[in-house]
């Protein structure tokens, strides 16, 4: 009996040290995450290996794990830029990326966790001022948004493809001009606008002229084919045709051959 109690105090103390070893050596990684192993004694940071997936993972209490996620992230920037003519702007915009997670080790080692501030974000206010310096304000305002935006995507995504960095898209939210800059561009494409309209009116009236003086022409051409086609010949015979309908019609009716000037029947209504 007296023996247990100095029996018991080295198990005590062996659990105790059992238990700060495993929670010294125990890693969860989460979802949408993924581990960097670091050997404090095996040459540090592991990059020929793939990095620790998500679950449960026991390593050496002596080592580190780094942990990063390699979900799809945004970041949003407000940038001041200079257009080609000098004028200030200020673009808003967001970026969607992640880490390239088979070369997760080589980010860590070369670059580290910072990566969003050392790569990404200075190569997007880099390509966007080389960007916007090629346009007026004008061309920001209204039609090349859209090729601002791929132009800044595609210069910073050939930097960071060889930083271990996965580009997805870069996105232009919002172009900002100065007030007096943009209220002159608005009513410089509204008078263009009205111009453009004006134009279009006199097209069209145009168009129509020339299709009623065509549908003109065409009436006169057809009355004088058919007025020189109109012999007293046949005028006498379509006469005598009507005529002959007539009497045949059982309405009451008088018809007198033959008393008009050229001999044409004369027909007389209802009686």
């Given at each position: 009996?007296?023996?247990?109690?100095?029996?018991?105090?080295?198990?005590?103390?062996?659990?105790?040290?059992?238990?700060?070893?495993?929670?010294?050596?125990?890693?969860?990684?989460?979802?949408?995450?993924?581990?960097?192993?670091?050997?404090?004694?095996?040459?540090?940071?592991?990059?020929?290996?793939p990095?620790?997936?998500?679950?449960?993972?026991?390593?050496?209490?002596?080592?580190?794990?780094?942990?990063?996620?390699?979900?799809?992230?945004?970041?949003?920037?407000?940038?001041?830029?200079?257009?080609?003519?000098?004028?200030?702007?200020?673009?808003?915009?967001?970026?969607?990326?992640?880490?390239?997670?088979?070369?997760?080790?080589?980010?860590?080692?070369?670059?580290?966790?910072?990566?969003?501030?050392r790569i990404?974000l200075?190569?997007?206010?880099?390509?966007?001022?080389?960007?916007?310096?090629?346009?007026?304000?004008?061309?920001?305002?209204?039609?090349?948004?859209?090729?601002?935006?791929?132009?800044?995507?595609?210069?910073?995504?050939?930097?960071?493809?060889d930083?271990?960095?996965?580009?997805?898209?870069?996105?232009?939210?919002?172009?900002?001009?100065p007030?007096?800059?943009?209220d002159?561009?608005?009513?410089?494409?509204?008078?263009?606008?009205?111009?453009?309209?004006?134009?279009?009116?006199?097209v069209?009236?145009?168009?129509e002229?020339?299709?009623?003086?065509?549908?003109?022409?065409?009436?006169?051409?057809?009355?004088?084919?058919?007025?020189?086609?109109?012999?007293?010949?046949?005028?006498q015979?379509?006469?005598?045709?009507?005529?002959?309908?007539?009497?045949?019609s059982?309405?009451?009716?008088?018809?007198?051959?033959?008393?008009?000037?050229?001999?044409?029947?004369?027909?007389?209504?209802?009686?």
């Open positions: 009996m007296e023996k247990l109690p100095k029996i018991g105090l080295p198990i005590l103390v062996g659990i105790v040290l059992l238990i700060i070893i495993i929670a010294k050596s125990a890693v969860t990684i989460g979802s949408g995450e993924a581990g960097v192993l670091y050997k404090t004694f095996g040459g540090g940071v592991v990059t020929d290996e990095p620790l997936g998500e679950g449960f993972h026991i390593v050496a209490p002596w080592n580190k794990v780094y942990v990063y996620e390699v979900r799809r992230q945004e970041i949003f920037e407000k940038m001041k830029v200079l257009s080609s003519n000098g004028l200030d702007i200020q673009l808003d915009a967001s970026a969607w990326y992640k880490p390239d997670e088979k070369n997760l080790g080589k980010l860590h080692q070369e670059i580290g966790e910072n990566y969003l501030n990404i200075p190569t997007i206010r880099s390509a966007a001022r080389s960007v916007v310096g090629r346009y007026t304000p004008e061309q920001l305002y209204s039609s090349k948004r859209d090729a601002i935006q791929k132009e800044i995507f595609e210069e910073t995504k050939k930097i960071v493809d930083q271990y960095i996965v580009l997805d898209e870069i996105l232009v939210r919002d172009v900002t001009l007030p007096t800059i943009k002159a561009i608005e009513r410089k494409l509204k008078q263009e606008q009205e111009s453009l309209e004006y134009e279009f009116r006199l069209t009236a145009e168009k002229a020339e299709r009623q003086i065509i549908e003109a022409e065409g009436k006169a051409q057809a009355n004088k084919i058919l007025s020189a086609s109109l012999t007293d010949k046949i005028l015979d379509k006469g005598i045709e009507a005529t002959n309908k007539l009497a045949e059982p309405n009451s009716k008088v018809v007198i051959i033959g008393s008009g000037d050229s001999g044409m029947p004369i027909i007389l209504g209802n009686q």
